[in-house]
């Protein structure tokens, strides 16, 4: 044979080849073409889904997040984000396997009888045909193309809003007021009614030594002067009531006041000044001047800047008429979240958008709304839906470098920055989001408009239409008819001043958070917040000048045992100062304290650093040996409270660290050049530092330990004495 024969042959036979599973694929199609889908599905298949499937994985009931009454979700698949089915591919569809698996743990259905070989051969035959639903009376290729019909579904109903945190606040009456008489302001009669109902009564009021310690600590993270204690003590003995007030008022009015309160907002906020990450000496993502933003928060607290309007500036400052240019520094709350590396790329942009809305929905929400960014909140009213319209509102904004004239500057390093510039945000072009199925960015579903949370949107559930929405969001957030945002601030204020909060999961009111200890006095301090003008100072005053807040912190044996936890607040709470009040503390009894309202940020590591705590440095990439040692929060995240730990590098710091032996050093000279003798001096050291004269057993204590020659080399005995007391308990803790 001819070699060209050849060559011809072989390519009919090849061209046979090739064109056999075709041929095959369109005469199937033919006959496919030929059979009633919706009856075969209506006779062999869904009758077997009903009985076998639909219990567990229906309309009410979906374990292991997978639901089998619908063709989307079954594509979609459960929380292993594996499709249940494969289009023509039945013996390699999840949903046929489980049928014929004999493992115990695998199996479906998981109990009852098995399904018979002929009716599994059914569902894959099913499967291999494309898996035909024809109920929506719609055509099956339009479903499968349709985004929203793999999509979580998750509704949102009128009983998800009967959840407590989802209803309004509203004023109550306390039951048993009129006999009340212990009570002093209106949060007590709630106190006094829990304490009747548990068999308990409320603990003596405390000294005034004790309690003018305590509240000036308390609103200014500082301890009282000698002077200052000396007077409330006189003017106590006179009138109780007038001599706490006017050291409330005169605390409240003090710029300290707001450093106090920036301490515990700044956490929040996950207040950072660089980023977790550095290549090489770039910095260029850093944040030189957040200061501006921690200033900000300090003065809007000392202004008595309404809280409403504290948290609508943090987020549209830029959007609101009238703004005070000075505000426009509020952004930072915004323009210092973390930046990565390859922001262009859309899943580094959904990882900034995600701490956006961690950081806005916890903070100022009390819920963990990121949960739902892979998948439909596990506890809460709160779909992925909710998420992307959330987090299109931040992927319509940028984080810009601004002057407050609008002069903008590039990401600029740490030796090159103008003094004036903010860390903000501004808008960008609006966008509304896909949902990220199963959070990837590359597997799209439906488009959401930006808009608030469905299950508080009863009254107006529209999109956000102004820009990037950010006004609409903070109007949403700081709104009366919000049923959160008063709460958990007068929730986190309470836990601020009592040590232990009414709701003691503080960033989490949803259905995995905590019940309130006091639901009325937690909805009637909220009401009367929102409606007294969300005034932050007005609400302090209250909470400080109650009877509640003047117990006493002694406790009998059996009070402990009936309530161990104090959850009825029978007792004041013993609590331990924050690093922030004691190393101040140490500064301001040696007499090194320097204060700058609003300073820029130092190294709280250089032994020389005399500035107030809320002033250092905060960094994500290496927060400083002293704030990690002693319980600061990661600034990385949101943070909703301290951890208190007791560790030996804390007592090593405090033995021995070049600040600890310079402050006591500086005290012990305070003290003896304060008297003429030893006796005079540790009285003068006790009424310092714990506000209470030393009883027999500490002054003969304190004498011998005196006569004896000093232990360690450049110290004398009273410098070794001043810094026993410097770190000792009754010094770290407030009664």
Known sequence: ???????????????????????????????????????????????????????????????????????????????SGEPAIILGKGVESQLVARMRTTKPDEMMPPKGERMKPEQIAAIQRWIDNGAHWPSSGKPETEIAAKPSAVANTKVITDKDREFWSFKIPQRSQAAGMAKAAWAKQPVDFFVASALAKSGLVPAPETTPAVLIRRVTYDLSGMPPTPEEMDAFVQSAIRNPQSAIESVVDRLLASPRFGERMASMWLPLARYAEDQAHQVGKDTKFFYPNAYHYRAWVIDAFNRGLPYDQFVKLQLAADRMTGTDPRDLAALGFLGLGPKYYNRGRLDVQADEWEDRVDTVSRAMLGLTVACARCHDHKFDPISMRDYYALAGVFASTSMVNKTPDGKVAKDSKAADVDPAMLHLVEDAKPQNLNVFLRGNVESKGPIVARRFLEVLSKRDASAFSDGSGRRELAERIASSENPLTARV??????????????????????????????????????????????????????????????????????????????????????????????????????????????????DIDAPDNSSRTVYAFVSRLKLSDQLMRFDYPDANVHSEQRSVTTTPMQKLFMLNSPFMLRNAAAFSASLQAGASDDTARIANAYRMLLAREPDAAERALAAEFLKRPSSSPGMTRWDQYAQILLISNPMLYVD
Request: aromatic fraction near 8%; charged fraction near 25%.
């Open 489 to 602: 601030f007068v929730n986190r204020v309470w836990a601020l001043l009592l040590g232990q909060p009414l709701v003691s999961t503080p960033s989490n009111f949803g259905h995995s958070g905590a019940l309130p200890t006091h639901p009325e006095l937690l909805d009637d301090l909220a009401r009367r917040f929102m409606d007294g003008g969300w005034s932050v100072k007005a609400l302090v005053r209250e909470i400080v000048l109650s009877a509640t807040y003047r117990q006493s912190s002694e406790c009998d044996d059996a009070k402990l045992a009936r309530d161990p936890g104090n959850r009825n607040f029978s007792r004041m709470n013993r609590r331990r100062l924050t690093f922030e009040q004691w190393r101040d503390s140490v500064l301001a009894h040696s007499g090194k304290l320097t204060e700058s309202l609003g300073a820029k940020s130092a």
């Open 1 to 79: 044979m001819r070699a060209s024969a050849v060559n011809v042959r072989n390519r009919r036979v090849l061209g046979a080849i090739f064109l056999a599973p075709v041929l095959s694929f369109l005469n199937a199609g033919i006959a496919l073409a030929a059979v009633d889908f919706g009856a075969q599905f209506e006779k062999e298949v869904r009758p077997l889904l009903e009985e076998n499937c639909f219990k567990c994985h229906g309309e009410e009931k979906q374990k292991g997040g997978l639901r089998m009454d619908r063709k989307a979700d079954l594509m979609s698949g459960g929380d």
